[in-house]
C-alpha cells in the first residue's frame, strides 16, 4: 500500500529532514514487538509538518529517533543531508511533561543548552533574554518553574529550546494538556515563532484539527505497527482558527482516514484487558 | 510568632513539671537532679572550659568524619545507582551492614587503630556512611526519566550531565539523606566517646557517672541535644527552605 503523497507546491524548499527506511523492534524475552514498520519521510525547510495517529502508533517513538534519544533498529536520519548519531543541538524535542528544570529559574533553564555549549555567560545572558521576550515571559526570567502557570511552562520550553537555535523543533503533544483558551493563544504564538524564526517543525498530536489549524501537511500514522497510511496537505490560508469551517471539514477528512486505526487501537486495550 | 509562644509555653511547663517531680522527693537528690542544679552544673562546665573543650574536641571529629562520610557516600551513591553489578552486589552488602548499630564496629576499630583518634573517626564513618549512600542511591533511582533525557536533548553528557542534572535533581533525596547521615553520624560519635576515654561531650557524660553527679549527667544530655539540633537548625532547615523555595514543595 503506497502512501499518497500530495506535496503542496507552498512548501517546496530544499530538503531539512530524511526520515530513511526507520524501524523499530522492542525485544521482551521471546517476543518481539514492532513498532514502527519502515517509514520514509521528507520534511522541507521551514515545513510545519503534523503527525497524527491513535495512542501506541509509535509517533512518539518516531519524535524520539529522530531527536536521537532513542536508536532505530534499522534506518537513518538525515539533517541537512547529513547522516546523525545521537542528540544534537540542531534538533530539540519539546517534552509532552516539558522537563523543566525545578532547581533553575526561568532564565537559567532558558540558559541550560547555551551553557553546556559552553556560551560564555554575557552571551548566553543575552541571547536567553531575547528568546524568552520572543514568548512574552520577561515579567517572570526570575521566577522558579512551580510559580508559572501550564501555558507559561510551554513558553518557557519553546524559548528554551529556540535560544539554541536548533532549525529542526520536533514538539511531542505539547498542548495536550492546557485548558482551551490556552491552547488557542499558544497555536496564535506557536505560529508567529515560526514565522519569524523559519525553524522547521514536526509537531506530533492526537488532535485532528490541531493539527490542521497548524500543519503545512498532515500524516496520518497506523495503529501497531506505525507506518504512514496517508499524507493531506493543508493549502488553507493562515492564520487559522480551530473554528473555521474550512478547517473542520478537513479536519473530518482525515479523521476519517483516522477513524479505522483508533477504532484498531481501542480494540487491542479492549482485548489485552 | 504564635509558634514561638506555643513552644515556650510548653518548654516553661515542662520545667515546672520537672520542679514539681523534685519537689514531690519520689526520688533522692543525687539520682534525680533539680534544674537549678543542672543549670550551676552547666554555668561551673562552662566556667572551668571542660564543656568549651568537650564541645570543640566533639565537633572536630564528627566535622572530619561526617565529610568523610559525605564524599564518600556521594561517591558510592553515584557508584550503586549507575552500576547494574555494583548495586546488586555492594548495594545489598550495604544495606544488611545497616542493620549493625554503629558502636559495633568500636571493637574492630579498636584492634586495627589501636586508642587513636583514627578509631573514632572510623566508628563515626561507619556509623554514616550508609545512610548517606543509599538515600544517594535511591534519590538517583527516583529521579524522573524526563529530566536526564532534557539534559542530553540539549547537550548534557558526561560530567557535564551528572553536574547539572542528576545532582541537582536528587537534591531533595540527597539533602535528607547528609540529614540523616549527621543525625547518624552525632550519635555514633557520642557512643564511641562513651567507651573509648579520650577528651569530648562522650566522656564527659561517663565522667558524671564516674562521680555520681547526675546534674552533670544531665547538663551533658541537655548540651549533646542542643548541639544536635542547633546544626540541623543551622545548615538542613536552611538548605530545605531554599529548596522549597526553588522546587515549591507544600510548605510545612
Redesign the interface.
Known amino acids: 500500500m503506497a502512501a499518497l503523497i500530495e506535496i503542496p507546491s507552498s512548501v517546496l524548499g530544499e530538503r531539512k529532514i530524511e526520515v530513511q527506511g526507520i524501524t523499530k523492534e522492542y525485544v521482551n524475552g521471546r517476543e518481539r514487538m514492532l513498532a514502527l514498520q519502515p517509514i520514509d519521510l521528507e520534511v522541507r525547510r521551514g515545513e510545519f509538518l503534523c503527525i497524527v495517529g491513535p495512542s501506541g502508533c509509535g509517533k512518539s517513538t518516531l519524535l524520539h529517533i529522530i531527536?536521537g534519544?532513542d536508536k532505530p533498529s534499522a534506518g537513518s536520519i538525515l539533517i541537512d543531508g547529513q547522516p546523525t548519531n545521537g542528540?544534537?543541538?540542531d534538533r530539540?524535542?519539546i517534552?509532552q511533561?516539558?522537563?523543566?528544570?525545578?532547581?533553575?529559574?526561568v532564565r537559567e533553564n532558558v540558559e541550560?543548552?547555551l551553557?553546556?555549549?559552553g556560551m560564555p555567560r554575557k552571551e548566553r545572558k543575552e541571547r536567553a533574554r531575547h528568546f524568552i521576550q520572543l514568548v512574552h515571559l520577561s515579567q517572570f526570567e526570575n521566577n522558579?518553574?512551580?510559580?508559572l502557570s501550564g501555558g507559561m511552562k510551554q513558553r518557557v520550553s519553546l524559548a528554551?529550546a529556540l535560544a539554541?537555535k536548533p532549525g529542526v523543533l520536533l514538539m511531542d503533544e505539547p498542548f495536550t494538556a492546557l485548558d482551551a483558551q490556552t491552547r488557542d493563544r499558544l497555536h496564535d504564538e506557536l505560529e508567529r515563532i515560526w514565522a519569524e524564526t523559519g525553524q522547521t517543525i514536526i509537531f506530533v498530536t492526537h488532535n485532528v484539527r490541531e493539527a490542521v489549524r497548524l500543519g503545512d501537511r498532515v500524516i496520518v500514522m497506523s495503529y501497531r505497527p506505525g507506518r504512514i497510511k496517508r499524507e493531506f496537505a493543508i493549502e488553507l490560508e493562515r492564520s487559522r482558527s480551530l473554528e473555521d469551517p474550512e478547517v473542520t471539514l478537513k479536519a473530518k477528512e482525515i479523521l476519517f482516514e483516522l477513524r479505522s486505526e483508533i477504532d484498531k487501537a481501542v480494540l487491542a486495550e479492549y482485548s489485552h484487558a | 510568632m504564635r509558634k514561638v509562644l506555643r513552644q515556650v509555653a510548653f518548654y516553661a511547663g515542662l520545667l515546672a513539671i520537672w520542679e514539681l517531680v523534685v519537689l514531690l522527693k519520689l526520688w533522692p537528690p543525687y539520682l534525680f537532679p533539680t534544674p537549678y542544679s543542672v543549670f550551676e552544673s552547666l554555668r561551673s562546665g562552662f566556667s572551668d572550659h571542660s564543656f568549651w573543650i568537650g564541645i570543640g574536641v566533639s565537633m572536630k571529629r564528627v566535622a572530619i568524619g561526617y565529610a568523610i562520610s559525605c564524599v564518600l557516600g556521594v561517591a558510592l551513591g553515584f557508584l550503586t545507582a549507575y552500576s547494574r553489578f555494583l548495586s546488586e552486589t555492594l548495594g545489598r552488602l550495604l544495606v544488611s551492614l545497616q542493620s549493625i548499630p554503629s558502636i559495633c564496629w568500636l571493637p574492630v576499630a579498636i584492634l586495627w587503630f589501636g586508642l587513636t583518634e583514627k578509631a573514632i573517626l572510623f566508628v563515626v564513618v561507619m556509623g554514616s556512611l550508609l545512610a548517606i549512600t543509599i538515600s544517594v542511591e535511591s534519590g538517583l533511582r527516583s529521579i524522573p526519566k524526563?529530566?536526564p533525557?532534557?539534559?542530553?536533548?540539549?547537550?548534557?553528557s558526561g560530567w557535564?550531565l551528572i553536574i547539572?542534572?542528576l545532582l541537582?535533581?536528587s537534591?531533595p533525596h540527597l539533602i535528607s539523606g547528609l540529614k540523616q547521615g549527621w543525625a547518624f553520624a552525632w550519635r555514633s560519635l557520642i557512643s564511641g566517646e562513651m567507651i573509648f576515654v579520650t577528651l569530648g561531650l562522650g566522656q564527659l557524660l561517663m565522667m558524671g557517672r564516674d562521680l555520681n553527679d547526675i546534674s552533670q549527667v544531665f547538663a551533658v544530655m541537655l548540651l549533646i541535644i542542643a548541639l544536635g539540633w542547633l546544626i540541623d537548625a543551622i545548615f538542613f532547615r536552611g538548605m530545605e527552605r531554599a529548596l522549597r523555595?526553588?522546587?515549591?514543595f507544600a510548605t510545612t
Open positions: 531527536a534519544l542528540p544534537g543541538p530539540i524535542l517534552f511533561e516539558l522537563g523543566l528544570f525545578p532547581w533553575l529559574n541550560f543548552g551553557k553546556m555549549k522558579y518553574i512551580h510559580q528554551r539554541l | 524526563i529530566y533525557m532534557a539534559g542530553q536533548n540539549l547537550g548534557a557535564k547539572h542534572v541537582p535533581a537534591l523555595r526553588r522546587w515549591g
